[in-house]
């Protein structure tokens, strides 16, 4: 049985998926939806004392969905350069980096999955310019490019706090 935050994760999934709908309005409820349900999935796993391996997985994979399926249609219908969509997706390049130094090392069993700040702020900051690219306003370039750093941030941040982890045990 899913837990009440867990399931307020599973519904970027939907939120998403409105996102085929052509309409400002529409997109404009999907971001609030998926905005909510991210703040309100880890208040509720605290609060209830439902804070689970599933949905530590879980959330960031339906942020990473609900941000590339949003991104997509943006590329698809021409509101959003390939470029654009390829640096505010950057954090998970690094991500992947990450993983397969787990994997070389040997180290997935010694991984605690859980956020970090740097994956927060790059959440918030793709959702804020989610919201401006879908109600047409023109960001500067840097506004894009700036994602790459939070990228390496968020896999500095995990490698540190992973060898903080492995050299105490």
């Known amino acids: 049985m899913l837990s009440l935050s867990n399931t307020l994760t599973l519904l970027r999934l939907p939120a998403a998926l ?3 709908i052509d309409s400002v309005y529409v997109r404009l409820s999907a971001i609030a939806l998926a905005m909510v ?9 605290r ?30 219908t021409v509101q959003l350069p390939i470029w654009a969509m390829l ?3 950057s954090r998970d390049f690094f991500l992947f980096l990450f993983g397969l130094y787990l994997t070389v090392r040997g180290g997935w069993d010694k991984y605690e ?18 919201v401006l690219v ?24 995990l490698y540190i706090d992973y060898s903080k982890k492995v050299s105490t045990k």
């Open 87 to 89: 640096a505010m997706i």
């Open 37 to 45: 349900s991210d703040a309100l999935d880890g208040y509720f796993a």
């Open 18 to 20: 409105l996102f085929t």
């Open 47 to 76: 609060k209830n004392k439902t804070v689970s391996q599933l949905g530590a997985i879980l959330d960031p994979i339906m942020d990473k969905f609900f941000a590339f399926f949003a991104l997509g249609i943006l590329v698809a």
């Open 113 to 130: 999955f859980k956020a970090v700040i740097w994956g927060k702020i790059t959440t918030a900051a793709q959702l804020t310019v989610l």
């Open 134 to 157: 879908v109600m047409r306003i023109k960001l500067p370039w840097i506004a894009f490019v700036g994602f790459i750093p939070l990228g390496v941030l968020t896999a500095l941040s």
